[in-house]
């Protein structure tokens, strides 16, 4: 059984940065991409960014691309997301997804099988 865990939420300053990590365990399958979304209260799950696997590529929201960082630590099967210059907007719940195969939309929830639980960010004014 796959499991995806998130780790590193927490509450953080505005203008401060958080790293995000998410750690792929049990049955490991061809992973095609791996991301980040978000879901603030009261509001849809939001893209963030996505990474395949084997090439490294990587999609951002563009409102995102300027102070997000994904990464992908494939010996370590593991996930990561970079975020600085941080904004009280910022606050969510943020989740790794995955899929083994190509998104016919980068950015829809939808597309991505598996997730984490989300791990809790905060981001003070």
């Known amino acids: 059984q796959v499991q995806l865990v998130e780790s590193g939420g927490g509450l953080v300053q505005a203008g401060g940065s958080q790293r995000l990590s998410c750690v792929v365990s049990g049955h490991t399958t061809n992973w095609y991409a791996m991301g980040w979304f978000r879901q603030a209260p009261g509001k849809e799950r939001e893209f963030v960014a996505v990474?395949?696997?084997?090439?490294?590529?990587?999609v951002y929201a563009d409102s995102m691309k300027d102070r997000f960082t994904i990464s992908l630590d494939n010996a370590k099967n593991t996930l990561y997301l970079q975020m600085n210059s941080l904004k009280p907007e910022d606050t969510a719940v943020y989740y790794c997804?995955?899929?083994?195969?190509?998104?016919?939309?980068?950015?829809?929830?939808?597309?991505?099988?598996?997730w984490g639980q989300g791990t809790q960010v905060t981001v003070s004014s």
């Open positions: 997804a995955a899929t083994t195969r190509l998104p016919t939309v980068w950015g829809l929830a939808y597309n991505y099988p598996y």
């Open positions: 990474i395949t696997w084997r090439t490294g590529t990587a």
